[in-house]
């Protein structure tokens, strides 16, 4: 019971450690990725806080030494997801009762787990298994979901202290109820920190969750597991499963109970998720509407004014679209250069390419490490192949790769002499940017171009040294990006500061790690108490 309007300590963000060389941090975060390279997993899903075994299992191999095994996941049947459903309902009748502020202890403690005896094992799990360089996981699997599990906390708060005015003799309550049912989460490859706030962000709200990680992240999924059952999360809340990805998704999307979906990843897959619910609600399956949350694919593009500094674009450019090997949805894939600066930032760019080390994220030197497994290394690399046959694009830098030890595809950019080309337009999610030169006159009709190339609408960038075509950009590309970034890379969303998601065919903009996202996570009841209530049906205007 409540007995005080509790103060949650004020979020800040993470700060992210350097692992400069000879730091205790490098030393100890590299000591335990050794020994947890060289151990053999047996990772089990959870139902009901229990770890089931099959037997079926998938082994899992480092992109980056594809011949090592690290371990093996197991694989669920279509019981074990009924059982699943069943269970996180059971769970949802003492969660959905319990106190927001012990739904926020937990979440809190669970930052500060991460953010000490949990931070090496998170890193270095997704180092190995996502194979991401020492410096992309520390921003990302420690740094940013240490960040959504505190401001999350502290968005929650904000939620429930919004009421509404009472009039004399009247109190008016807004209530901010979990929906009826459960959530499933889907989460992607790419991003620990999301896989692990997408089950977390409803679950915070009340809700009870079915997740489920994509194959290529139940290493470090795993160990979100870990750190939700220590920081003391009850058994059921969140289920994880693994298995065949379309029949879990049909039991789920059956289920009468199905409340709402939280997922990242391709807009072809969530399109089908939109067309099945709609069939589904038709057929008069659900008990309420589902809640459809989702961010997507993603094209995304930096533009360059005359005026802008080639060194600032190019550094843009050589971050922005090769750190992580281009996998991150905000990662920049296509470019816009005017022509009279081309030459000195294709100098620059292939300058800062021609340093960039390529290999194992255990050589904290490497800048570039594996794309995620071969369906993503022949996707990839199919596109580098067609460049060198096509007359309107060619390969200025890179364009190399090999799968023998692991799926490397080297930084690649691509100059191509027709702004529509397969490259402008196609989501590759590899390290491939494309460049188109304009003339420099007609910079504010190449807006046009870059707003309408594009089905996407995530992230975007532009470079100016001019104040009013800046404020012009902006206007321009009002739609066309849901981050939209001046002077700067189009990616690197901080909690907090950047709310992130996009619009078109990139999703539902629901800005994971924000109020917007965590009221997408309740329902509403609005309570009206009257204290003293008439007693007479009249009206003054009844009278004489």
Sequence with gaps: MASGFYNIPKAINEPVKTYAPNSPEKKSLLDTYKKMYSEKVDIPFYIGGKEIRTGTTVSIHPPHDHKHTVGNYHVAEKKHIEEAVSNVLEARKKWAATPW????????????????????????????????????????????????????????????????????????????????????????????????????????????????????????????MELFKEAGLPDGVINMVTGDPKMITEVLLDNKHFAGIHFTGSTGVFNSFWEQIGKNINQGKYVSYPRIVGETGGKDFVWMHPSADAKQVATALSRGAFEYQGQKCSAASRAYIPKSKWNEVQKLVKADLATMKMGSPEDTSNFINAVIDKKAFDRVTSYIDAVKSDSDAEIIVGGNYDDSVGYFIEPTVILTTNPKYSTMCTELFGPVLTIYVYEDEEWEKSLTLVDETSQYALTGAIFSGDRYVIDIATNALENSAGNFYINDKPTGAVVGQQPFGGARASGTNDKAGSVWNLLRWVNNRTIKETFVPPTDYRYPFLGE
């Design 101 to 224: 502020q012990d739904r926020a202890a937990i979440f809190l403690k669970a930052a500060d787990l991460l953010a000490g005896p949990y931070r090496d094992r998170m890193n270095a799990a997704t180092m190995i298994g996502q194979s991401k360089n020492v410096m992309q996981a520390e921003i990302d699997s420690a740094c940013e979901l240490i960040d959504f599990f505190r401001f999350n906390v502290q968005f929650m708060t904000e939620i429930y202290a919004n009421q509404p005015i009472s009039s004399p003799g009247i109190w008016n309550r807004m209530q901010y109820r979990p929906l009826e049912g459960f959530i499933y989460a889907i989460t992607p490859f790419n991003f620990t920190a999301i896989a692990g706030n997408l089950p977390a962000s409803p679950v915070m709200m009340g809700n009870v969750c079915v997740w489920k990680p994509a194959q290529t992240q139940v290493y470090s999924a795993q160990i979100i």
